[in-house]
């Protein structure tokens, strides 16, 4: 290794090893480049998918008493977007995944949370921009659910509903257009502001809440749903990270990587966010830690991206001021390395990203960390380095 290798390697921590590229590579921050006005109102709480071509952001709110039912279609390569209206509900905390053809929404609140919530949703093809509506799922409505997409149908799971959280859920076939129920024997305990990945075999439920706003129960196991079999089987707790809720989950491809979010507690409960995470591999049932060398700080509503070799984390709310930092995580190396914060957009908390391949897209969000709100309507596309 050259000597201005091993002096950056020094300056990044003592955990940044592997060949002289690798080293150089991740003491690099690389690049921001601005994206055209959306042409849409800023928002928080609204999703965004990637379809390979094209990012469809959708719903989202303003207020409580202001979600949205508009997005937007934003070609990377034209830097062109296009609006989209829905002629279903506006909503916001709903559940989004891309089938490989359609953006399909589900879930969420209309108005109010506590009296408005949601069991329907849309289907978005952008090749004709038309929107189709779903059957009826069979569940409750309910806020906060999570989903996602086997390749063949959408599972939605958990959430709070008028009442309370929710372990049943429902799987979807857009071929069909038919719902069938997710089995809840042996399902995790109920929950909303959790996790779930697809491991291309298995959805994997981890973290998350239940119980009353001011004593709230984090004491939740994880589980791992198999759609072949309708089973769930439970995953081990031994070395897992500390349990909590509003954090981000990826999968690698062989690993679940959590990370951030928070903890509240007491009364009025008081937020505890996190810069710690964990990696669990479902081959072995076993977790290992994530080092903390050089981690970005502590926050929840962040945004976080897998790119095939790094996950992405930008933006969110520390305990008292945005998260102005940002960094990328290497499984391979177990290291954090610099993402550039020069030339990048505002950042927000509760903002949407997805990754295109070769760009982090982050689009919207709030500018601002306790009362009032500041939407932001501009993003921005981050390449690594």
């Known amino acids: 290794m050259s000597a201005v290798a091993i002096a950056l390697a020094g300056a990044c921590g003592d955990n940044l090893v592997g ?37 469809i952001v959708w719903g989202g709110t303003q207020a409580v008493s202001q979600p949205f039912a508009d997005g937007t279609v934003f070609d990377p390569g034209a830097n062109m977007p296009h609006g989209t209206q829905a002629p279903i509900e506006p909503r916001d905390d709903h559940a989004a995944v891309w089938t490989g053809s359609e953006m399909i929404v589900w ?29 009826f799922a069979g569940l409750t409505p309910r806020d906060d659910p999570r989903a996602v997409w086997t390749g063949s149908e959408m599972i939605v799971w958990g959430g709070h509903d008028d009442y309370k959280e929710n372990n049943d859920g429902g799987r979807y076939d857009p071929v069909t257009d038919r719902w069938r129920p997710v089995s809840v024997v042996g399902a995790p305990e109920p929950r909303e502001d959790h996790t779930m990945v697809w491991t291309g075999r298995e959805m ?12 709230r129960n984090y004491d939740l196991s994880g589980g791992r749903y198999d759609p072949a079999t309708d089973t769930w089987r439970p995953m ?20 679940m990587v959590v990370w951030g979010g928070v903890v509240r ?79 990048g957009p505002p950042v927000t908390h509760d903002a949407a990203g997805v ?28 390449t690594p380095p």
Do not use: Q
Request: glycine share 14%.
């Open 19 to 55: 060949d002289e590229d690798e080293v150089m590579r991740c003491t690099l921050p690389g690049a921001w480049r601005p994206l055209p006005a959306f042409g849409i109102a800023g928002r928080v709480d609204h999703t965004a998918v990637w379809t390979g071509a094209h990012m």
């Open 107 to 135: 879930g969420g609140n209309s108005y109010d949370e506590d009296i408005n919530r949601l069991n329907d949703g849309g289907r978005y093809d952008p090749r004709s921009a038309v929107w189709r509506g779903l059957s």
């Open 204 to 215: 994997i439920v981890w973290g998350g809440w239940n119980g009353p706003d001011t004593a």
């Open 236 to 255: 081990s707790r031994d070395g897992a990270p500390p349990l909590r809720e509003d954090h981000s989950a990826i999968w690698t491809g062989k690993e």
């Open 265 to 343: 507690d007491g009364s009025p409960p008081m937020r505890h966010r996190l810069a710690t995470g964990g990696r669990y591999d479902p081959a072995t049932d076993t977790w290992r830690p994530i080092t903390d060398v050089g981690a970005p700080s502590a926050r929840e509503d962040d945004v976080v991206v897998w790119t095939g070799t790094e996950m992405i984390v930008w933006g969110g709310r520390g305990d008292s001021a945005l998260a102005i930092d940002a960094a990328r995580y290497s499984p391979a190396f177990d290291r954090w390395c610099p993402v550039a914060t020069d030339g």
């Open 355 to 382: 990754w295109t391949g070769t760009e982090l897209i982050v689009w919207g969000g709030d500018r601002t960390i306790g009362a009032g709100a500041s939407y932001s309507d501009s993003g921005g596309a981050y």
